[in-house]
């Protein structure tokens, strides 16, 4: 999951074929008619809205593919599959959100206004790869650990949960956690490529 | 009737009173959970946005347990999980290379044996017999049923239900003596995984669902889903705050609505849990005063 920066920039294959081949997700059905930004439930808080992402990466030149990578955008996508619900080319773009997200943190390139959002994902991760599960509290000070600036956040929500029994002090673990362990090791360095 | 069972980290923690309406539910109904020995996440968000073998290989792990343990049918509450292993599950048997890769990875033999339900499809089964359909107190509400996204979508994966209008929550509660309302924001997506990191914008898109269940009506919103029941219920003060208004509509789970319907008690059901007193207005009398602390209400047998 770390960054890769072995990348040499003349021998990039363009945006649009690496998404086919990971995704199998063919930007070129895509005919602007914008439903997807239509729908989206984030479209006017994304610096670019997801038709004109996904236009951008149809152009297939370099600066477009790099400013796709470089977008709010990909970070802000919840994943909630609207735009691929209404898309009449049944083009699957929330996978193509996933493929470009993975691809910006592979070039360094993620959005400064991402890291929130990618040092929570990252704090999730950890629980799991520790613990097999997650273990809500220590997710939350991770997170917090990764962003001093949030340490305030939800303090006064938190004890009441805890009242409620919400929350519990004690991690739930996995028996076999090597299992798990091995299995985030093989994953990242089958990714790193 | 038996299934795997599935409960994800959500419903041993935030979620737990998901896992208790359910259990209690079952045990009222004859329904056996068998919990899917040493599960482990299913990688939710996070994963799928990292790392895209790891949103393979957790769910992967989890299917070829239940496999391993003669599980044909595997419940999955929580609809994020139940999306996560769905989608996995559909990728991984829709390419034999990309099988036989994550199997290596995760060293199990995941065959796609196993089925993965939610909980709406599970508690279809158990109540396509009337006689179990036992209503001892109707749940005489007006619901706003609230799908999510994760339930319905993608409707070519899920395969249940209707992507944009869904029905089949509104269909289960009526028979447990319930009105479901008619309203637009039914699959309108809470925000889900950005409640910690970007927390405005998750009270943006929680403030218009609960404003127009609100608005047109409803006494309560039904969900099926613990990211949606965070987002709708814990995080109401900050929903408030950023509205600049007080909102009293409690939010529960179909389990907890049904099992109301049926006579369980309210601490069995885990009503207790919730940050949004569950507290519905008096039909006949005038209502009475909400209580802030403690819901006063008691399950009347």
């Known amino acids: 999951m770390e960054k890769c920066e072995k990348h040499s920039h003349s021998a990039r294959e363009a945006l649009a074929e690496l998404i086919e081949q990971s995704t199998g997700q063919?930007?070129?059905?895509?005919?602007?008619?914008?439903?997807?930004?239509?729908?989206?439930?984030l479209a006017e808080d994304m610096d670019i809205p997801p038709s004109r992402l996904l236009h951008m990466v149809q152009l297939g030149l370099p600066e477009f593919d790099e400013k796709a990578l470089k977008s709010l955008t990909i970070w802000l996508c919840l994943a909630c599959?609207?735009?691929?619900?209404?898309?009449?080319?049944?083009?699957?773009?929330?996978?193509?959100?996933?493929?470009l997200r993975q691809e910006s943190l592979r070039r360094g390139l993620a959005h400064a206004q991402a890291k929130n959002i990618i040092s929570f994902h990252r704090a999730f991760l950890d629980s799991i790869q520790y613990l097999g599960r997650l273990f809500e509290p220590g997710m939350i000070a991770d997170y917090k650990a990764r962003n001093p600036?949030?340490?305030?956040?939800?303090?006064?929500?938190a004890p009441r949960l805890f009242l409620k029994g919400?929350?519990?002090?004690?991690?739930?673990?996995?028996?076999?956690?090597?299992?798990?362990?091995?299995?985030?090791?093989?994953?990242?360095?089958?990714?790193?490529? | 009737m038996k299934f795997g069972y599935y409960p994800g980290c959500s419903l041993s923690g935030t979620a737990r009173e998901f896992d208790e309406s359910l259990k209690a539910l079952a045990s009222a109904v004859d329904l056996q959970l068998e919990e899917i020995p040493d599960w482990n996440c299913c990688g939710?968000?996070?994963?799928?946005?990292?790392?895209?073998?790891?949103?393979?290989?957790?769910?992967?792990?989890?299917?070829?347990?239940?496999?391993?343990?003669?599980?044909?049918?595997?419940?999955?509450p929580c609809s994020a999980c139940y999306s996560r292993l769905i989608n996995a599950r559909h990728q991984l048997m829709a390419d034999e290379e990309l099988r036989k890769e994550v199997n290596d990875l995760i060293e199990m033999n995941f065959t796609g044996s196993a089925k993965v339900l939610n909980v709406?499809?599970?508690?279809?089964?158990?109540?396509?017999?009337?006689?179990?359909?036992?209503?001892v107190k109707p749940f005489d509400h007006k619901v706003?049923?609230?799908?999510?996204?994760?339930?319905?979508?993608?409707?070519?994966?899920?395969?249940?239900?209707?992507p944009e209008d869904p029905q089949a929550m509104d269909d289960l509660i009526r028979k447990f003596g319930a009105t479901p309302i008619d309203w637009p924001h039914k699959v309108e997506c809470c925000?889900?995984?950005?409640?910690?990191?970007?927390?405005?914008?998750?009270?943006?898109?929680?403030?218009?669902?609960?404003?127009?269940a609100e608005k047109r009506g409803a006494e309560a919103i039904v969900v099926a889903c613990p990211m949606c029941h965070a987002n709708l219920d814990m995080r109401r003060a900050d929903i408030e705050a950023f509205a600049g208004k007080k909102y009293s509509i409690p939010v529960i789970y179909i389990t907890q609505a049904i099992g109301l319907a049926m006579g369980l008690g309210e601490k069995q059901l885990g009503l207790n849990r919730h940050l949004v007193p569950v507290v519905f207005p008096e039909k006949t009398k005038a209502a009475p005063a909400a209580p802030e602390a403690q819901p006063a209400q008691k399950a009347e047998e």
């Open chain 1, 26 to 41: 063919s930007v070129a059905k895509c005919y602007q008619c914008a439903k997807c930004s239509a729908g989206c439930p």
């Open chain 1, 81 to 99: 599959e609207t735009c691929s619900a209404r898309c009449p080319k049944e083009v699957e773009i929330p996978k193509i959100m996933d493929f």
């Open chain 1, 149 to 157: 600036r949030s340490a305030m956040q939800d303090v006064l929500t």
């Open chain 1, 166 to 193: 919400k929350l519990s002090p004690f991690p739930h673990a996995v028996k076999d956690r090597k299992h798990i362990a091995r299995i985030f090791e093989r994953a990242a360095k089958k990714e790193k490529r």
């Open chain 2, 44 to 76: 939710s968000t996070a994963a799928h946005n990292l790392s895209h073998l790891l949103s393979l290989a957790l769910p992967a792990r989890v299917l070829a347990l239940a496999e391993q343990h003669g599980l044909n049918e595997i419940l999955a």
């Open chain 2, 120 to 135: 709406l499809e599970a508690l279809f089964k158990v109540f396509a017999d009337e006689s179990t359909v036992k209503v």
């Open chain 2, 144 to 162: 706003a049923c609230y799908s999510g996204c994760l339930l319905v979508r993608p409707a070519k994966v899920v395969n249940f239900d209707r």
């Open chain 2, 191 to 212: 925000g889900a995984g950005l409640t910690m990191a970007r927390t405005d914008l998750v009270c943006k898109l929680s403030q218009k669902i609960i404003e127009s």
